[in-house]
């Protein structure tokens, strides 16, 4: 692994690569393994497919079985303890401990999987604003549409790009990001940082795994809550 702490308008955001063979893993699932008569992957906490944010959206939960036989839950956990137990940002291990309603210090604290769920847009799909539960949240790009030029005008087009909000923008600060689309990325970031991802403007499909993680003290916990 390959890790990058990165700072791009205050709280920090890692980036990794996902190993290949779980990308390819987790592609031919959706491409090969899934059933088309029986496309719903029920997550470990629940017994249906909630229509996140109401997009109408192709939601695929994993098990978390699932996730640990492919190597997914022991990767996500390694890099988000990563995260964690960077130094820099004293202030945002302050949010994150106010948001799990603990002052403890996070390095005596354990980082462990939640949920993950892949996310398969179309032509017009998009998500709109909005932040996670949780302590850590991130994403993993699966795959992207090849561009076509009737619809990258220009090279600052957004269509279909993930995109991060923070604070309002002002001369030497920017209040958005958007990270370099490319397979294998893996970024972690607090749950609380609204994020959105634009429209499709492509019949092609792009594909992203989404997924959450808690305190390990808190797992059952936000379990009886959420679900």
Not at 125 to 130: A, C, E, L, R, S
Not at 147 to 167: A, I, P, Q
Request: net charge neutral.
């Amino acid at each position: 692994m390959n890790e990058t702490i990165f700072y791009p308008f205050g709280p920090k955001i890692l980036i990794s690569n996902c190993p290949s063979n779980i990308i390819e893993k987790l592609n031919n699932f959706i491409d090969k393994d899934l059933n088309e008569n029986d496309k719903k992957y029920f997550s470990s906490f629940c017994d249906y497919i909630p229509n996140l944010l109401n997009r109408d959206l192709e939601n695929i939960f994993l098990s978390e079985k699932k996730c640990e036989d492919i190597g997914l839950k022991n990767f996500l956990e390694e890099i988000a303890n990563i995260y964690i137990q960077d130094d820099d940002n004293k202030f945002e291990k302050l949010k994150l401990s106010i948001i799990e309603k603990t002052n403890d210090n996070f390095k005596n604290k354990n980082i462990i999987y939640s949920d993950c769920w892949i996310n398969r847009y179309f032509l017009g799909d998009y998500t709109p604003i909005h932040t996670h539960s949780g302590v850590l949240s991130g994403v993993i790009f699966l795959k992207f549409p090849p561009k076509e030029k009737k619809y990258y005008l220009r090279e600052t087009s957004s269509h279909g790009d993930l995109s991060f909000f923070y604070g309002s923008e002002q001369n030497f600060c920017n209040d958005t990001w958007i990270p370099e689309k490319k397979v294998g990325t893996v970024l972690i970031f607090p749950s609380w940082l609204k994020h959105t991802v634009y429209s499709n403007k492509n019949k092609s499909e792009r594909r992203s795994l989404s997924f959450n993680l808690v305190l390990e003290e808190n797992y059952n916990k936000r379990k009886n809550t959420y679900f």
